[in-house]
C-alpha cells in the first residue's frame, strides 16, 4: 500500500482509540504491514475491531487478519470457479421422444431409444462424456 494510504489507515484506527498519528508512526507502520493491499489491510482492521480480546491494534493483529481475509477471498473465488458451468446450449428435443415416450414402460425399448438419442447428441456436437 502507499505511504498515504497507510496514514489513512492508521487515522481510521485513531479515531477509535486517539492513537496520534505521525510520519514516524506511518512509517514505522508502512515497514510493517505496508506490503499489504490497501484493501485487505481494511478489512483486516475491521475484523480486529470486532475481536474483544483486542484492545489496542498492533501491526501483528492486522498482520493476522490479514491472512484471514486473504484465504477466505481464495475460498470465494474457488467456489465461485467451481460454481460456474462452461458455456453450453441447451441440449435438443430428441428427435425419437415419441418412441422414447411409448417405450417408458419396456426398459431395454426405452434404453434402445436413449441410446438414440445419445447419438444424436453426439452427432449435435455434444461430447460423448457429457452425455454418459
Known amino acids: 500500500m502507499k505511504i498515504s494510504q497507510m496514514s489513512e489507515l492508521l487515522t481510521v484506527m485513531a479515531a477509535i482509540d486517539n492513537r496520534e498519528v505521525t510520519p514516524l508512526t506511518v512509517g514505522a507502520w508502512h515497514e510493517a504491514i505496508g506490503h499489504l493491499d490497501y484493501g485487505i489491510a481494511r478489512r483486516a482492521l475491521a475484523a480486529v475491531r470486532r475481536d474483544p480480546n483486542i484492545a489496542y491494534v ?3 493483529h492486522i498482520l493476522v487478519q490479514a491472512r484471514v481475509v486473504i484465504r477466505e477471498d481464495k475460498r470465494a473465488e474457488e467456489k465461485l470457479a467451481a460454481s460456474k458451468l462452461p458455456d453450453h446450449k441447451p ?3 430428441p428427435v425419437n421422444y415419441a418412441a422414447m415416450v411409448a417405450a417408458g414402460t419396456d426398459p431395454v425399448a426405452f434404453a434402445l431409444e436413449v441410446a438414440v438419442y445419445h447419438r444424436q ?3 449435435a456436437g455434444y461430447s460423448p462424456e457429457a452425455v454418459e
Open 121 to 123: 447428441l453426439v452427432a
Open 58 to 60: 498492533e501491526p501483528r
Open 91 to 93: 441440449a435438443p428435443l
